[in-house]
């Protein structure tokens, strides 16, 4: 059997990754007519979708330009690119070595379905080309690729082999992903600190240099800890610079102390303490929380960011949105303004507000004028207005970022201007977007991309601290 494959090209595919034209190596790719015409129908309007149905047919009008019929039946030479979803770039000029082949339906298919699958469903005219390829082409394997896993079981029903569109996922599985914080071994003062060097930051935070086997396996902003018998306590480091075996250490410090609130608000936990240090941080620009519902993701970034915009006057305003993808169905049309169609999916910002100005003031009055005051520093943005904006001096919440693919991800994160830090929150196990999943969200892609930059961090939650309720449900439902 031929190694070259043919994979046919399910429209979902194009829709969800207009560059997986670019993907394939060496493999040809068909594409059906019916895969075409879904993709005419996709492309009116100004959503995600319709911009990269509009991107996937440039693609096609650029591969097939002064190219006649022929050409066209005989297939379009596909330039080669680099895969994995880390190159972003859809080399598509000539000049590149050309890998496989695009061929596009130029005639009826000749195969006939079971009699199970009446009519002429855009997913049925799919499968009939799948099995017509098989049967012109019986010594090449012919995959239909198709994200749309009903789709996939109607191919395997009727004998076609299927496949996931794979090249965007990032990690093989979610157990892999970077957690932000490493526990050491009870010996590693033995092990590593015979030639320990220490001294005080600017800022008065013990600081050590070490070397050692383990400095290899760290990441800048990664945070490593030494529990004692206390499960919660203990020494926590983390990691300033990495340079092979040597490692600079800084001690973190400790907001769960009742002298160090963060507007009114303590750490009641390991993890969420080395969420607090990476959201005051200066130095760091961009931090990723991760955690389940009722692990303090919205409270702890909305404190450190009233902290740093009230207080310390660091940023000018914070600036908040989130995707509009809703658990039931759609309410419909809102009128008002941006701040005001906003509101109903803000109901986590409005209900940790109330949490702060609870601890901040004690009388009705007082919590009212302080409510007054934030509304004026706190903005409720959508993210249909983002493209081409640039935020100075904002703190930035993107709140349920799981539902973000890699390309918006990269669209909000090339926002930010000079002296902005954004904060990108979200739950993978709370996915709404179709077609994304836990290894594939745009959460997970930058968690991973960013992983060792110096001036970026992140942390998972890994405990609840809502309610003995809400702790009970998670564990029993």
Request: glycine share 8%.
């Amino acid at each position: 059997m031929s190694k070259r494959k043919i994979f046919v090209l399910d429209t979902n595919v194009l829709l969800h990754d207009p560059s997986s034209l670019f993907r394939f190596e060496e493999h040809d790719l068909f594409v059906p007519m019916v895969v075409l015409e879904e993709l005419d129908a996709a492309k009116k309007g100004t959503s995600e979708i319709a911009r990269n149905a509009r991107q996937v047919s440039r693609f096609f009008d650029e591969l097939m330009q002064d190219k006649n019929h022929a050409q066209i039946e005989k297939g379009l030479p596909l330039p080669s690119t680099r895969t994995g979803p880390a190159n972003s770039s859809n080399r598509t000029r000539s000049g590149a070595p050309a890998s496989g082949k695009l061929f596009f339906q130029t005639r009826p298919a000749e195969a006939v379905l079971p009699g199970m699958m009446p009519g002429n469903k855009p997913d049925n005219s799919i499968l009939l080309n799948a099995l017509d390829l098989q049967t012109k082409h019986p010594t090449r394997r012919v995959a239909l690729v198709s994200k749309d896993i009903n789709l996939r079981i109607k191919a395997a029903v009727v004998g076609v082999h299927t496949e996931d569109y794979h090249n965007d996922q990032v990690l093989d599985d979610l157990d892999l992903l970077y957690t932000g914080y490493k526990e050491v071994p009870a010996d590693f003062w033995q092990t590593h600190g015979e030639k320990m060097e220490s001294w005080q930051d600017a800022r008065g935070r013990a600081c050590y240099r070490i070397k050692g086997p383990l400095a290899k396996e760290w990441h800048v902003n990664q945070f490593l800890y030494i529990p004692d018998d206390d499960d919660d306590k203990g020494l926590e480091l983390v990691v300033s610079k990495v340079e092979g075996s040597m490692a600079e250490l800084r001690v973190v410090r400790d907001y769960r102390a009742s002298k160090t609130a963060v507007w009114g608000i303590h750490a009641k936990n390991r993890e969420q303490n080395f969420a607090l240090n990476l959201l005051l941080d200066p130095d760091v620009d961009f931090v990723t929380v991760l955690g389940t519902a009722g692990t303090g993701k919205t409270l702890l970034t909305l404190a450190a960011g009233l902290a740093q915009t009230m207080d310390e006057q660091r940023y000018r305003e914070i600036i908040m949105t989130r995707v509009t993808v809703p658990v039931g169905e759609d309410i419909g049309f809102l009128p008002g303004t941006e701040e005001e169609k906003m509101a109903p999916w803000m109901g986590a910002l409005m209900d940790n507000l109330e949490v702060l100005t609870q601890n901040s003031s004690s009388g009705d009055w007082e919590r009212q004028a302080t409510n007054d005051i934030l509304a004026k520093r706190i903005k409720i943005r959508s993210l249909n207005f983002m493209r081409g904006r640039t935020f100075l001096n904002r703190y930035i919440i993107i709140d349920e970022a799981q539902n973000l693919t890699a390309k918006q991800m990269k669209t909000l994160i090339t926002r930010v201007g000079p002296g902005s830090k954004m904060i990108c929150l979200g739950n993978l196990g709370q996915i709404d977007t179709p077609y994304l999943s836990e290894t594939t969200s745009g959460l997970t892609y930058v968690v991973d991309r960013f992983q060792g930059w110096p001036h970026g961090g992140h942390v998972t939650l890994a405990r609840g601290e809502r309610s003995r309720l809400a702790a009970y449900a998670s564990d029993i439902l």
